[in-house]
């Protein structure tokens, strides 16, 4: 907590000194870049260390090789079976590629160009939003579209239950009027009801057939592990730790001659955390994705 803020040639500002527009996490003391009111100065940000270098990479970086590994593992490493499907099985696996490669790279923009102005930040942080539809979205259909194959109405059923759910938080998400603080409790209520929706085509399958074959089918232990990443991120970031807890509060702080840098800053606050568990989740439903396809010729298909 004693730690004044990283030296560098870049400007760094503390919250205090920030726009309101600027202010969210208090917690946060210091390591800001100011608003530029330029694109080439939040281009610039990318090349020295501020409080949100961490979360630009810890996303640019996996939306850069995601979908680029995975075209090459489908199509070089990828086990081919002699009752192979057709194309849309490698598309399959490329949708979810292209959702993780979307959902990343608008997240990291957003957090480069936020310190743009407050018309930027709210339009970047609503493609950020839009990007985690697109890859709850993608996740959900292509592990159903593998799981229940040879349940064609339960798949197609699902599917558009998942786009219908899709459909209404990317609404809520882009438009204006629905976008703003009245409307965070229904957007908020729209997401969890879109994540939670991802478990009733597993619950539908243990009806049918059974926890085993489900495990099987849906590669449930990758799943259960995927959905313990993302609340547990989510949790932290809600939540705020770990930056609450080296947090300095104003009576103290006044008696300082000058402002002091939090604990967690610059490295290893809730939002980068978040990040992290996200990129792990992503790898998480890729193993579940293959645990399913397999299932599908060695199974299914057999």
């Given amino acids: 907590m004693t730690e004044p803020m990283p030296k560098t040639k870049h400007q760094l500002h503390y919250y205090h000194e920030l726009d309101e527009w ?6 946060i003391r210091s390591g800001y870049v100011r608003g530029t009111s330029s694109y080439k100065k939040c281009f610039q940000s990318l090349f020295y260390l501020h409080n949100e270098t961490v979360n630009i990479y810890s996303h640019l970086l996996p939306s850069s090789l995601s979908l680029i590994a995975i075209t090459y593992y489908i199509n070089y490493r990828l086990e081919m079976y002699d009752n192979y499907l057709g194309i849309w099985e490698k598309l399959n696996f490329e949708l979810f590629g292209a959702a993780v490669t979307f959902c990343m790279f ?19 942080n609503q493609l950020d939003y839009f990007g985690i539809v697109i890859l709850i979205s993608c996740s959900l259909i292509s592990v159903v579209s593998f799981a229940l194959y040879d349940e064609p109405t ?29 409307y965070r409790p229904l957007r908020s209520a729209m997401f969890i009801l879109f994540g939670l929706s991802g478990a009733l085509p597993v619950l539908v399958s243990f009806r049918k057939f059974g ?46 001659s000058k402002p002091l840098a939090g604990k967690y800053d610059i ?36």
Avoid at 154 to 169: D, E, T, W
């Fill in 22 to 27: 600027q202010q969210d996490n208090h917690f």
């Fill in 106 to 124: 608008m997240s990291s923009t957003f957090h480069c160009m936020k310190s743009h102005s407050h018309k930027v930040s709210r339009f970047g």
């Fill in 154 to 182: 339960l798949k197609v059923s699902f599917n558009i239950l998942f786009l219908f759910f899709g459909s209404i938080c990317a609404v809520l998400t882009l438009h204006p009027q629905f976008s703003t603080n009245v």
């Fill in 211 to 256: 926890v085993d074959e489900t495990s099987r089918r849906f590669g449930l232990f990758w799943l259960i592990l995927e959905g313990i990443f993302y609340i547990v991120g989510a949790v932290l970031y809600a939540l705020r730790i770990p930056e609450r807890f080296s947090h300095i509060d104003e009576d103290q702080q006044s008696l300082l």
């Fill in 267 to 302: 490295f290893g606050h809730a939002h980068q955390i978040f990040h992290v568990m996200v990129v792990i989740a992503a790898w998480c439903h890729w193993m579940a994705l293959l645990a399913s396809y397999h299932n599908l010729h060695k199974s299914i298909l057999a």
